[in-house]
């Protein structure tokens, strides 16, 4: 039940993607059969975001608007499935050595 905590750290590389595996996590949530109320008394979940902000500097390779936002996609789409958010998105930034990593 909601006892138990799922922490999901998510990478978000060039192009707004996902690692591979991380790629795996949200396609399986963003399942449009799930049922809205699919997390619903199953865990609780803590969301954070690795991303690197100098990927967003070369726009020619690059169209992230946010380095973070396989995180945030992933945050919001356990919320939409009826999950219980244990602890707000936590994002950090490659560039700035991961310093919100810490106090997360």
Same mark, same amino acid.
């Given at each position: 039940?909601?006892?138990?905590?799922?922490?999901?750290?998510?990478?978000?590389?060039?192009?707004?993607?996902?690692?591979?595996?991380?790629?795996?996590?949200?396609?399986?949530?963003?399942?449009?059969?799930?049922?809205? #109320?699919? /997390?619903?008394?199953?865990?609780?979940?803590?969301?954070?975001? +690795? &991303?690197?902000?100098?990927?967003?500097? %070369?726009? =020619?390779?690059?169209?992230?608007?946010?380095?973070?936002?396989?995180?945030?996609?992933?945050? #919001?789409? /356990?919320?939409?499935?009826?999950?219980?958010?244990?602890?707000? +998105? &936590?994002?950090?930034?490659?560039?700035? %050595?991961? =310093?919100?990593?810490?106090?997360?």
């Amino acid at each position: 039940g909601e006892d138990v905590l799922c922490c999901f750290i998510m990478q978000t590389i060039e192009n707004q993607a996902p690692t591979e595996d991380g790629g795996t996590c949200i396609r399986f949530f963003k399942r449009k059969t799930h049922p809205s #109320d699919l /997390l619903h008394g199953k865990f609780s979940f803590a969301v954070f975001g +690795l &991303g690197d902000s100098n990927l967003l500097l %070369d726009r =020619q390779t690059t169209t992230a608007k946010d380095c973070n936002q396989c995180a945030e996609e992933l945050n #919001d789409r /356990l919320g939409l499935l009826g999950g219980n958010c244990y602890h707000e +998105l &936590g994002m950090a930034d490659e560039r700035a %050595d991961l =310093q919100e990593v810490e106090p997360w």
